[in-house]
């Protein structure tokens, strides 16, 4: 055994032990080992890395917008600054039509975009996780009647149910996130439900049950945490759907108005100028690309690094 | 085996023709396009004309529609495009009024007909009245408001011979006002021949005590007119087709064919125009404008229209109804950026609600950008610290863009503006039934006379919910007695210097202290390519007439 107190690359490698172990001391041990596998693993992987180099930018650029941003997002030079080409002093990506600075709203619009993302994936994820693990483990009518809802949320395709939404609602951004979180949570419950019919039948559940638990206990603390991984894979490589959503909403007017600086709604007033000043449209098109490729990529490692199947190899 | 032979015959050919058919599609898509000029005679105008509705002079009020039956129906008497100030004879060869200015007497050229080869009679002119009259639709008002009425119209417009209308109205007009009333789409003259033969037989109603709809539905997309061209077809949102009328009275058409196509985006348009896919391209953006000026092929005609942008303060709203809030209002507008970027090439500043080139127009503009004075001035009204208002924006250019510049300018005295967008149904509708704090749009006079405008921004005789008059005064809830007294007097008085002078003390008090916020006139751009003479737009949307133009 080496000692504790010796050099720091021997006390990384004892931690590293540690984590590895094939003999966890404690629960709390085995878990963290389980999260350290999965960050080796998904550490290997350079496109994930990538992804979440994507994200934590994001991050940063929406806490530290006010610093970041050279101009007001919302207050522009009409008549001395309208649709300055980037580079112009001043203006490293442009100005728009409204004389604003592009890198501005840019940055500004990440928060937009942020809490789009985070509140559909904190209102969605929920009620499809609950949806799906209750049909799943109830069976019988109430997974008829629970899934025949979700097949009926299915059937319309994600935009057009989510402009209805907005349109009966009416415009704004509180409404798209709302019509957004409503069209997202199938999926799912879908996916919940699955997973949940793989463990159903399994020996601790059984073991669980004939020690007593309620049907509500062994849903929450026994199948919910099993069903976790696949969610969450499922909705970070759903998030770049959902920016493209609220990005097509606000692109159609649905979504933020003006002046807010989300991105889809700049496309739309840009795509006027979209001739002679193409920056206009392109810089928040560019914007939208990178976060969610972003997101995807990052999605993409989650779900390697998360899948049961390929640990054991 | 016989019938195998003509079988694989079949297939060859049609193996034969798939393969042509991938051939041509691979050169279309793959060899550079050639572009085929437009014929010499036909003239080819790209134009957004989705809001026609319907044909019929009697019913149609709408702008687009105004363009088209301007070139293909004569009226009585026409402006003079050149001279606004005064009409001249159309269909009617003179006219004459009583000494008591009620009674107006038209002599009709002789020996004229319709585009059918009807003649045009004082009968014709008189059915025209009597259905747009006894029909009731949108533009009626502008015939009705000289006191016609289904009952009385027989009477007060008959032919008293083939050759010879009277028309009598209820009060001492300005004659300028009457004729200029006559100018205007709905006073257009229809073949009474042709359409009663197509009328249709309906059962009497509360709404229509009559049993005919005088030919409304066939005329909706039909023609029976007699102006230097022809409707020749009308597909919705498609294509328009005039074509040269060869029996018109009137110097002739110099185009065989004009082709309307429905264009909408100003881009699109652009790149036609530069193609030469089209000789004119009419709904173009201030950036494309600024394109095609470098383009030594294209030329550009522009023209002051009869129709002012503005914003209003609903009077209903308790903070609007400040008259402090509505001057603090006024500075809060950026006019000059909005004229040097968002209206450059399609507007002129303007902030009297006559437009220039009408008479009794001015062109005071007091009112700039003055963030220090709208805050004092909010201040004196106690609401240092600002206020949150809605506004309906129709989510069409450039309104949007002005609004969202509004909205700026106001940010900076305090005053959150929330834009609500909506399509332009949606947006007058409200405005319509009073539910907006600020709307947004703008006002196109109905005809070429001072008092259109005038009646509806300082005249609202009354402003209860239910009022029959629902001017945009009205629409406001601004309720002004005796400014409504004063438009009306303006009215009777046939000292044109003296109409003027009134009119121009109306807009001043509206300027001063009304809820209307204007901020410029529009002006019409036409780009076209150099080849095509001539083309010029009027100042109303009756008068963009195209029969004087031609190709090289």
Redesign the interface.
Known sequence: MSDPTSSPSSRVQSWRTWLLTEFPASPAQARLGRVYVIWLRFSANRLALTGLGVLIALLLVAAFADVLAPHSAVQGDLMNARLLPPGSPGYLLGTDGQGRDILSRLLQGSRLTLLVVALVAVTAAPIGLLVGTVAGYAGGWLDAVLMRVTDIFLAFPKLVLAMALVAALGPGIENAILAIAIVSWPPYARVARAETMTVRGSDYIAAVRLMGASPGRIVVRHIMPLCLSSLIVRVTLDMAGIILTAAGLGFLGLGAQPPLPEWGAMIATGRRFILDQWWVAAMPGIAILIVSLGFNLLGDGLRDALDPKEADS | MTMSIPRLRIRRALLGASLALGLSLSLTLGAPRVYAETPKDTLVLAWAFDDIITMDPGESFEISTAEILGNVYSTLVRLNIDDTSEVLPSIAESWTVSDDALTYTFTLKPGITFASGNPITAEDVAFSFERAIKMDKGPAFILAQFGLTGENITEKAKALDAGTFQFTVDKPYAPSFVLNCLTATVAMVVDKKLVTEHAEAVTPSAESPYDTDFGNGWLKTHYAGSGPFILRDWRANEVLVLERNDTYFGEKAKLARVLYRHLKE??GQ??ALEAGDIDVARNL?P??LV?LEANKDIAIESQSKGTVYYFSLNQKNPILAKPKVREAIKYLV?D???G???IKGIGTLHQTYIPAGMLGAIDDRPYHLDVDKAKTLLAEAGLPDGFTVTMDVR?I?PV??I???I??TF??AGITL????GDGKQVLTKYRARNHDIYIGQWGTDYWDPNSNAETFSSNPDNADDASSKTLAWRNAWDIPALTEETASALLERDTAKRAATYADLQRKVLADGPFVLLYQQTEVGAYRINVKDYRLGPSFDTNYVDKTFKE
């Open positions: 100003s881009a652009r790149l953006e950036g494309d394109a950026d000059k950026a909005i040097a970027t968002l989510t250019q949007t863009g609004a969202e510049s909205q700026q940010a900076q929330e834009i609500i967008p």
